[in-house]
Nanobody, 119 residues
Framework: QVQLVESGGGLVQAGGPLRLSCAPSTIIGSINYMGWYRQAPGNQRELVATAPSGGRANYADSVKGRFTISRDNAKNTVYLQMNSLKPEDTAVYYC?????????????WGQGTQVTVSS
């Protein structure tokens, strides 16, 4: 069973930085993509950024220019560097990974890590 292990969430003041990281506990198959979503109270889960293998990163308009997604393929790890954080970035951030398994892509989710930005 693949589990995604996240770390790096916490409380930060507006304007500050925070970095999230995520790696699978084991790999079955190969990684098709990795990324981050977030969900604020009362809102639906939304895309933050994705990094497909061999492709270009994709960002939500609300985080462009402030967040950077990157991957360390040797460690099967994805990072989300968040700069110039705003109170509206407060949410539970979820790591996601799509693994190529048995001829299809299977999506996995992490347990979520809380990011709170104080004004």
């Amino acid at each position: 069973q693949v589990q995604l292990v996240e770390s790096g969430g916490g409380l930060v003041q507006a304007g500050g930085p925070l970095r999230l990281s995520c790696a699978p506990s084991t790999i079955i198959g190969s990684i098709n993509y990795m990324g981050w979503y977030r969900q604020a109270p009362g809102n639906q889960r939304e895309l933050v950024a994705t990094a497909p293998s061999g492709g270009r990163a994709n960002y939500a308009d609300s985080v462009k220019g402030r967040f950077t997604i990157s991957r360390d393929n040797a460690k099967n790890t994805v990072y989300l560097q968040m700069n110039s954080l705003k109170p509206e970035d407060t949410a539970v951030y979820y790591c996601t990974a799509g693994l190529n398994q048995y001829g299809m892509v299977t999506r996995y989710w992490g347990q979520g890590t809380q990011v709170t930005v104080s004004s």
